[in-house]
């Protein structure tokens, strides 16, 4: 009798059905707090828990983690924001974003204080930091809604120096990275706009899948993303040290202080779960939330307004709660 149970074990232990699936997850950028709730569900076994054995592929200035998804060599890819999805509809590229783990996209823009440009409305007067992806996109609606200026736009080679030298300037940045780097580095702390408070309404840190994955395996899509927003309320509100820890392993640049930081502004805004996330659960969009932003992309001509912008997501594994039980404790 022992040896009829041991041989049933073995042969569950060995069924397809006991595997865990494997699955590589592609970052757009190095490892850093910002990426910490899909770490989090790595090393807390909540992926394994979901029957997923994930692979974080950590991107950087070479990398393009959108093209990998859609040639197939990553399973799931992290998407910066929705003008990233518009574009990728207009070009035909098979990914749709399927989650947003950022309600607020923390896209900013830095000032010198006590110069004159400690409002918002004085910023489009100033000298500005601004990058080539950034002034194709943001910059055009900053434009169209309140009246900055191209001529004023100079490169921003994201390195905070010229901007700190430069007391009549402004500069792009994170709220979750630039800010800390200028205080460490000009020994000043800078007026902090985060856009989103002034009608920049972006979701950010997408997840985004090929569109035949969703359409032959909808419960892979489904796993990943309700252990995707488990990791990210665990690393949010729990204990995060071995999130950390793999973060700094797989990105040594990355500092305990710069973490600190980071983690603490993701909390004092409520990037992650403010919002709809707080009925809807972390990972929550909308339709509705979506159109607005396209309507104002739309407006600022950053994309065609006859654009099939809805062919770029899907609300199939969203807004089903996942994780509110935990946040009631």
């Known amino acids: 009798m022992p040896r009829i149970i041991l041989a049933v074990l073995l042969f569950a232990l060995a069924s397809?059905?006991?595997a865990l699936d494997r699955v590589t997850f592609a970052t757009n950028w190095r490892a850093q707090a910002e990426h910490g709730g899909f770490y989090q569900a790595v090393v807390d076994g909540t992926y394994a828990r979901y029957g997923l054995?994930?692979?974080?592929?950590?991107?950087?200035?070479?990398?393009?983690a959108r093209l990998l998804l859609a040639a197939g060599r990553v399973d799931f890819a992290m998407g910066a924001n929705l003008i990233q999805t518009f574009e990728a509809v207009q070009q035909k590229i098979p990914v749709i974003v399927v989650a947003s783990?950022?309600?607020?996209?923390?896209?900013?823009?830095?000032?010198?204080p006590d110069v004159g440009f400690d409002r918002f409305e004085d910023l489009?007067?100033?000298?500005?930091?601004?990058?080539?992806?950034?002034?194709?996109?943001v910059y055009q609606w900053l434009k169209q809604a309140y009246g900055f200026r191209e001529e004023k736009v100079k490169p921003y080679g994201f390195n905070p120096?010229?901007?700190?030298?430069?007391?009549h300037s402004i500069e792009q940045g994170f709220l979750t990275s630039e800010p800390y780097q200028v205080e460490r580095v000009g020994g000043f702390k800078?007026?902090?706009?985060?856009?989103?408070d002034y009608g920049y309404d972006s979701y950010s840190t997408t997840i985004e899948a090929r569109a035949e994955t969703i359409k032959k395996n909808p419960d892979l899509v489904q796993?990943?993303?309700?252990?995707?927003?488990?990791g990210w309320r665990n690393y949010i509100h729990g204990d995060n040290a071995a999130a950390n820890a793999a973060i700094k392993r797989d990105n040594p640049e990355m500092t305990d202080g710069q973490l600190a930081y980071s983690i603490a502004k993701l909390r004092e805004r409520g990037v992650v779960d403010s919002g709809d996330a707080r009925t809807l659960g972390i990972g929550a969009m909308t339709d509705a939330r979506i159109k607005s932003f396209f309507d104002k992309m739309a407006r600022a001509g950053v994309v065609a307004a006859d654009l099939s912008y809805k062919q770029g997501y899907t609300l199939q594994f969203?807004?089903?709660?996942?994780?509110?039980?935990?946040?009631?404790?």
């Open 101 to 112: 783990m950022f309600q607020i996209d923390p896209v900013i823009l830095m000032s010198h």
């Open 190 to 196: 800078p007026n902090v706009f985060l856009l989103a």
């Open 16 to 18: 397809p059905a006991w």
């Open 53 to 64: 054995d994930v692979k974080i592929q950590q991107g950087g200035p070479q990398t393009n």
């Open 161 to 167: 120096t010229p901007f700190i030298a430069d007391p």
């Open 124 to 137: 489009p007067k100033a000298t500005a930091f601004i990058a080539g992806d950034m002034l194709a996109s």
């Open 318 to 329: 969203v807004n089903k709660g996942v994780g509110l039980e935990q946040a009631a404790k």
């Open 223 to 230: 796993r990943f993303v309700d252990a995707s927003i488990i």
